[in-house]
């Protein structure tokens, strides 16, 4: 007898719940996980780009045009494979024979936060660009140090500014995450595609991936936005 929807969707014997569940947190963490990485190179690449030094506004140009500039699965595939060969290499060297390669979760997270950290550069930049100058040279005449500078003024007030468009990179980044199915990590998309191919059921399974997803990002489009409303609060009136 062939099993309802309730089954297929339980948490049975025959049902693929649980390993949906379970891939739909992966694919979390490792939206997580990139964008958390993107956030650290998002605020590098914003302070080479702002620096005086033209070398080293040139890096950070050069960044943000190729990672915003070549498709993500292109970006995926040379970390994975690229990754591969480097880290074979440096084993050999070592004296230690045969292949090597990094986890598909390892390099999955590594590649979505390159390409997450490419726009997160420029959500900072354009921030900090908003900043009011006279704050800033009032901080500076009453004493303030460089870091008691950006500790009180301009990281409050730039993460402000620029939450709206880390909202959209964080929304992108999670459905990047549907492209390291390429590279072997069981996310929610690679299982919702192992169990429609065994269930014979596509249009069930797929609409599951798409629900699931779908709820992710609203759960956490809702948390970021009352983020931003909280930091918006000492500026309203």
Not at 147 to 153: A, N
Not at 227 to 232: G, K, S, Y
Request: charged residues 15%; contains cysteine.
């Amino acid at each position: 007898m062939t099993p309802g929807i309730i089954e297929l969707l339980g948490f049975g014997s025959q049902g693929w719940g649980a390993l949906l569940l379970k891939a739909a947190a992966i694919t979390l963490s490792a939206a997580i996980c990139g964008f958390l990485l993107g956030s650290v190179l998002g605020v590098g690449g914003a302070t080479l780009k702002l620096a005086r030094s033209y070398p080293l506004r040139l890096i950070g140009q050069f960044y943000t045009t190729v990672f915003r500039g070549i498709p993500e699965i292109l970006v995926v595939y040379l970390f994975y494979f690229g990754g591969s060969v480097v880290l074979t290499k440096a084993m050999s060297t070592g004296g230690f024979t045969g292949f090597y390669s990094l986890p598909a979760f390892v390099t999955g997270a590594i590649s979505v936060g390159i390409v997450s950290g490419a726009y997160q550069t420029e959500a900072y930049r354009s921030a900090f660009l908003r900043l009011d100058r006279g704050q800033l040279e009032a901080g500076a005449s009453c004493g303030m140090s460089k870091l008691l500078l950006l500790r009180r003024i301009i990281a409050p007030q730039t993460l402000r500014f620029a939450l709206p468009a880390l909202g959209n990179v964080w929304q992108s980044a999670l459905k990047e995450t549907s492209l390291l199915s390429v590279i072997g990590l069981v996310e929610l998309l690679r299982q919702a595609g192992t169990a429609a191919g065994s269930t014979r059921q596509p249009f069930l399974f797929y609409g599951v991936a798409a629900l699931l997803f779908l709820i992710i990002g609203r759960v956490t489009g809702h948390l970021l936005m009352r983020l931003e409303n909280r930091l918006a609060k000492p500026w309203r009136r």
